[in-house]
């Protein structure tokens, strides 16, 4: 708001309609105004305990959105990573996924090690021979972004987000694996340290994280206690 009213105001003189110093800079230079933090906004996630249970449920769903959701959870991917994923992306035979960097949040690519769980649900749905992994109603067309979180809503989950399951694997990959800070950041696809560390740093930890990747999906399937 205050750079439009100083646009305003140089405009204005510009035109010779006022005279002398835009007095937004006057203030912005005494830094007399209060600094506003907004507000980071968490979303809500279900507690690591309740993610067996939770998705042995999924499991018993045919709907596309439960295979896309089940995938979600267990690749702690986000939403929209999932969705606009290709076949093109998958390499059965390296069990690997790599998220180009135009579909990242980061902007770089992103390799995901597939666990066999994930090959189970990405398998079937070969036979749609559609260009997206999860294909909504429409053909060769993603599931729309609120399919997910409508399933959710369904199955009475509440106080729950799409994005919450990060956290979610998050937290158990800190209290109950004990996974190296930057190793569980990378599963998530989150840079770590500063831009010279990260200059420095060739691996994206790929081995240490497909272990880490395991093990979270076999707690998740309920393999292991």
Known sequence: MAQRIKTVLDVARSKGFRSGENPVTAIKDAQVLPKVKAKVKHHKAMHWKDVPAFYADLKTRPAMAAKAL???CLTGSRTGEVLGLRWAELDFQARLWVCPAERMKGGEDHRVPLTEEMLAILEPLKAMQSEYVFEGQKRNKPLSNMAMLMLLRRMSVEGV?????????????SEVANARREVAEMSLAHQVGSDVER???????????????EQWTKFAAGHQA
Not at 199 to 213: F, G, I, N, Q, T
């Open 70 to 72: 089940m995938f979600t």
């Open 199 to 213: 200059a420095y740093a060739r691996s994206d930890l790929l081995d240490k994280r497909r272990a880490l990747m």
């Open 161 to 173: 987000t799409v994005h919450g399951f990060r956290s979610t694997f998050r937290d158990w990959a």
